[in-house]
């Protein structure tokens, strides 16, 4: 399974709900990731530009991209960001690839 970072700011409207009935949203997102065949490895809430950080393993891109449709089309969010995320050894094994690639930069004239 692959491994994704998702941040989410919540919409004025869902963080004035969130104040008025505070609550532990873990389960609720845990339940649609494993509804969708991944599994959440951890949730936090956060301050700046991003209020929810999740990351989660995914089987795949359409999975990841379902969960993330779904928590912006809920209206919750004003900003859902996905990030595909390597481990280590896929990073080595692309820039091992990217060494090999054979790619030729734009040539100053």
Known sequence: ???????V?????????????????????RKSVKKLGGKLTGFWLAFGDHDVVVVVEMP?????????????GSGTGKSVKTTPLLSIDEGVAALKMAGASGYKPVAAR
């Open 1 to 7: 399974m692959s491994s994704y970072l998702i941040q």
């Open 9 to 29: 700011s919540y919409s004025v409207e869902a963080l004035a709900s969130l104040i008025k009935n505070p609550q532990n949203r873990t389960e609720a997102v």
């Open 60 to 72: 795949d891109n359409v999975s990841a991209a379902a969960l993330a449709m779904a928590v912006a």
